[in-house]
Every structure is written in C-alpha cells, then in structure tokens.
C-alpha cells in the first residue's frame, strides 16, 4: 500500500484548531505515565490521547448523530472497562489528555459528513474522507491517539492504523491512531437508525460496545489482526472471528507487550529528542 498508513477496517487535510483542550499533558508527566507502579513490574503502561470530534452532525434515518461522548465517560466508563478487557496481556492504558476538537470548516466538509453518513463498508475512500474531517492537527506524534467520531459508516464502528507492515522487523511500535464510533446500526445489521453505542456491556459479550471497540482498535494498533474464520480453532476474541467476545490468545497477548516495549522505547526517544 502506497499510503504512509495501512488501515484496518474494524470488524476498517485541512483542519480547524481545537475548540479546547481539557487537560494538557506536558512532557514530565508523559514520563511518569510510562512507568507502572515497583509492585506492577509486569505491567506495561502506554500513554494515550483521546479526542472528541464535536461539529460533525449526521443525519441518518431520521436520527441526527453529534458527539455525545464526555471526558466523564472517558474517565469513568471507557478507560477501567478497556483496562479490563487489557488486563490478561497486562497492558494499562493511562490518560495523558482529553482533547476536544472540531471538524474541518471547509466546502468538503459538508459534503463529506452526508456521505459518510449514507456510507457502507463498499463505499470507496470512506475511511480517508472520515479522516480529512478531523482536526488531527492535536495528534501526539508517539503515543497512541484514539478520535471518537459520530458515525463511521453503515455496521461499521471503528478502523485503526499503523505504518510500515504488519510485522515486528517491518513496523515495531505499530501504530499510534484509531478512530471509533458514538452511534452505531451493527446490532441491527442496519434495519434500524442509527443509536447511540454503549458505553460498556455486561458480560458475556452480546452486541458490544464503545469500550470494547476502542480495545479491538487498539489491538490493531499493536499489530493483531483479525482471526481467519476458517481455520481458528480459539473463539470468543477480542480480535473477532466467528464468535466475539474478549479473549486475547497467548500468541496475541506476546505480539501486543513486544510491540508494546517498542512504543515505550520509541516514546521515551522523542521524549528525549524533545524537551
Ligand atoms: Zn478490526
């Protein structure tokens, strides 16, 4: 692929500055976040940016999609439930700020909502228009950046990237974006509007959820892939498959804290080169 990125389609430039930043992150406590607690030693921690992407309405089925998800959400709900969906690979996910931004103010943009709103998983360059809307002007350049946008497409509910490959040797730390949903129609396979997605799900997996999908994309992040439904033998995945659910196998969990330690080391490398 000729793009700087690969994209993963989960189960997937011109911008605005940010209405406001709800809580700057500077580079000392970046570094504090990267070390886990003397008696967590296994513990991985890897920093990450959440971005809320206000201003990009969507109308759909008679329902109109905004950003409804809040910092509370994100500190209270989003945040423990992905750090529980992580804990068996022993990776924690610390905040390092909360930003809100706008999308873009440009003749595009209003073009471009409507149609990633009519959109499906055939629709060509719906993941690069979705992208071209967002103010990525705030983006962290070595820790991970999550965006949660309105709608990203009919059954859809998130996409990821990395750069280089989808091996270690290729591509080390993986990659540092992923955008996911606030409203979703996969529970119904699109014969109903657009609702809003839950935040979490009680266990057992049934339809998902926001935290659930920032996990899964996060997962890409750390190069795991989908499993190939024909030949896995392990179900009930994080990753997907032919049932869902929350599991990490023990090869996934080792490909995750490899490329984990390598976005330490890379972090902690511009940190360095940047004081
Ligand atoms: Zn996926």
């Known amino acids: 692929m000729t793009h700087r ?8 430039v011109f911008f605005l500055s940010p209405l406001f930043s709800l809580a700057q992150g500077n580079h000392k406590d970046l570094l504090r976040l ?18 809320l992407v206000h201003g990009a309405t969507m109308e759909k089925k008679g329902v109109s999609m905004n950003m409804w998800i809040s910092e509370t959400n994100i500190r209270r709900e989003i945040i423990p439930e992905i750090n529980r969906i992580w804990q ?17 103010d440009t003749p595009d943009c209003t073009a471009h909502l409507k149609e990633i709103a009519q959109s499906n998983r055939e629709t060509s360059g ?20 999550l965006y949660f946008f309105p709608y990203v ?24 974006m992923c955008v996911v949903c606030a409203w979703t129609d996969k529970p119904s396979g699109a014969r109903h509007p657009p609702h809003k997605f839950d935040l979490c799900e009680p266990l057992p997996f049934k339809q998902g959820s926001v935290s659930r999908t920032c996990s899964h994309e996060l997962g890409h992040n750390l190069l795991l892939q989908h499993p190939d ?5 392990i179900t009930k995945r994080l990753m997907g498959g032919k049932q869902k659910g929350y599991g990490l196998t023990f ?15 890379t972090i902690k490398k511009w940190l360095a080169t940047h004081p």
Do not use: Y
Not at 88 to 104: C, K, L, M, Y
Not at 126 to 145: G, L, Q, Y
Not at 153 to 176: C, K, V, Y
Not at 251 to 265: F, G, K, P, Q, W
């Open 5 to 12: 990125f690969r994209v993963l389609l989960a189960c997937c």
């Open 34 to 51: 990267l070390d886990a607690s003397p008696a967590d030693a296994d513990i991985i921690q890897l920093p990450i940016r959440f971005h």
């Open 88 to 104: 068996p690979a022993r990776i924690t996910w610390v905040i390092e700020s909360i930003r809100e931004v706008h999308v873009a």
């Open 126 to 145: 719906r993941t690069k228009m979705i992208m071209e809307v967002i103010d990525t002007s705030h983006r962290h350049p070595a820790i991970h950046n």
């Open 153 to 176: 497409g009919e059954t859809l509910q998130g996409f990821a990237f990395f750069g280089g490959g989808l091996s270690i040797p290729d591509n080390p730390d993986g990659g540092t």
């Open 229 to 233: 439904k024909e030949t896995q033998t």
């Open 251 to 265: 090869d996934e969990v080792a490909l995750a804290r490899s490329v984990a330690r390598n976005r330490i080391s």
